[in-house]
């Protein structure tokens, strides 16, 4: 029996920070208020108050609840959103979802029956990124004339 459970032990030990197919679940009657970040996919069937960044898909469920930012590759949303979003592929809004912000997006889904207040900007994302870009400072460059006298 102890050579069981210490099999059992290393296979659970071989997970890593480096597994990308981890599923991430907040369950309904759940309330987190924090910034959430994430290699793998993600579900919100509760409610997050705060940023959320995925290099996967996030899914809000019927229950679901955000307010602050979404960042990540792709999104299905049933629930109800109060946020800047961030899909760098396809956001699906189902036809129960209830959406008001900004999105940006490659690509935009609205099922009949979806409510939608805000505005949205649809262009392919060059960069590939999910996170959050920081605010650069502003460095006036200094106007170089070269004058032949």
């Known amino acids: 029996m102890n050579s069981?459970?210490?099999k059992n032990s290393k296979?659970?030990?071989?997970?890593?920070?480096?597994?990308?197919?981890?599923?991430?679940?907040?369950?309904?009657?759940?309330t987190i208020k924090g910034e959430v970040s994430s290699s793998g996919d993600f579900?919100?069937?509760g409610k997050l108050v705060g940023p959320v960044t995925s290099k996967g898909k996030i899914i809000i469920g019927?229950?679901?609840v955000v307010e602050g930012e979404i960042y990540c590759q792709n999104a299905d949303v049933f629930g109800t959103v109060?946020?800047?979003?961030k899909v760098n592929?396809?956001?699906?809004?189902?036809?129960?979802?209830?959406?008001?912000?900004?999105?940006?997006s490659d690509k935009l889904s609205i099922e009949p029956g979806a409510v939608f207040s805000g505005s949205c900007t649809m262009e392919k994302d060059k960069s590939n990124q999910v996170t959050p870009k920081l605010k650069e400072e502003k460095n006036p460059?200094?106007?170089?004339?070269?004058?032949?006298?």
Not at 82 to 85: C, L
């Open 89 to 104: 592929e396809l956001l699906s809004l189902k036809s129960t979802a209830k959406l008001t912000g900004e999105i940006s």
């Open 62 to 64: 019927d229950t679901g």
């Open 43 to 45: 579900r919100i069937d």
């Open 141 to 149: 460059q200094k106007e170089v004339s070269n004058h032949n006298k």
């Open 11 to 30: 296979k659970m030990a071989k997970n890593s920070e480096s597994d990308h197919t981890s599923i991430n679940i907040i369950g309904a009657g759940t």
């Open 4 to 6: 069981n459970k210490k």
């Open 82 to 85: 109060d946020a800047k979003v």
